[in-house]
């Protein structure tokens, strides 16, 4: 089989991945452009290695390096980083491997990120990062402070940081949100950490209990 027919597969392979997974899904156009431009420069890049005399370990150890200093110029999330690779493999594939092995390879890595990065699966996993206006010593009342703020149950905490003097913390926090969107009503589950009072409050709180 034609080389020409595992560099057109690697052509439609990238296209899917890129316009009709990745953007629909999480709207970035210079990933995209990043995406497209890195598969096809790796593609042309392989075919050139895999018919002359330069070794094909050289040339993925060039593109280890490449794809690293890629990598640390920009802040990406982990699934955009599982796109990334994605689109270089796509390119290696199309480049080196033979034709029907390639083929069924190219499917196989779009199959599984559009499995993975599906809206559908585990959609009520959630991680976010939350900055907490009190410095909240007490594991157990942060997390029923968390539940109340984000309408979810807290899986697991992780405080990044404890700052007393400016009176916040720092948590990063991953959980089940509701299915509804909706959040806990607060006359059915009491706060703890809101009703802690202020350290400068905690005068004034303590005259207002006499």
Known sequence: M????????????VLVLTFALYLPRHRRRDLAVAYLGVNVGVLAVAATLASSTVGAGLGLGLFGVLSIIRLRSAELSQTEVAYYFASLALGLIGGLAAAPVGI???????????????????????????????????ETALVAH??????????????????????TTWVDVRYDADPRGTVVPTARRADPVAATPRPDEADRWAVAQR
């Open 104 to 138: 069924a390879l190219m499917a196989v890595v779009v199959l599984v990120l559009a499995i993975a990065d599906s809206p559908r699966l585990l959609s009520r996993y959630r991680q976010q990062t939350v900055v907490v206006d009190r410095a909240v010593a007490d």
């Open 146 to 167: 968390l539940e109340q703020l984000l309408g979810g149950r807290v899986r697991r905490v992780s405080v990044q940081r404890l700052d007393l003097v400016n009176d």
């Open 2 to 13: 034609s080389p020409t027919v595992l560099y057109a597969a690697d052509l439609v392979a």
